[in-house]
């Protein structure tokens, strides 16, 4: 059964940091892809961050390439997303979502992802 939690998100005043776990079931994460999205009010979702087990592959967008850092652990089946430096452009809920194969191309895209979490709310503010 496929299942994917998304646990850390929080306050944090601009320039904090959290680090955001996506345990997930059903996948195996030395193959499989593990991808970070968020969704802002009033705007779609986007992709953050994302992971290919098969080859190691990451990807960020541009914006927060430098403060976020993805990561795994495949003994535990955990996704990590680092977040540093946070900005309040930052706040938004996040979600972890998986697939089987997805090219290099289309790492950051929502529409190539099937299986996603219930999300964790992350809040920019001072």
């Known amino acids: 059964q496929v299942q994917l939690v998304e646990s850390g998100g929080g306050l944090v005043q601009p320039g904090g940091s959290l680090r955001l776990s996506c345990v997930v079931s059903g996948f195996t994460l030395d193959y499989d892809t593990i991808g970070w999205f968020r969704q802002a009010p009033g705007m779609e979702r986007e992709g953050v961050s994302s992971?290919?087990?098969?080859?190691?592959?990451?990807a960020y967008r541009d914006s927060v390439k430098g403060r976020f850092t993805i990561s795994k652990d495949n003994a535990k089946n955990t996704v990590y997303l680092q977040m540093n430096s946070l900005k309040p452009e930052d706040t938004a809920a996040y979600y972890c979502?998986?697939?089987?194969?997805?090219?290099?191309?289309?790492?950051?895209?929502?529409?190539?992802?099937?299986?996603w979490g219930q999300g964790t709310q992350v809040t920019v503010s001072s």
């Open positions: 979502a998986a697939v089987r194969v997805v090219s290099s191309r289309k790492m950051l895209s929502t529409e190539e992802y099937p299986y």
């Open positions: 992971i290919r087990g098969m080859d190691g592959k990451i």
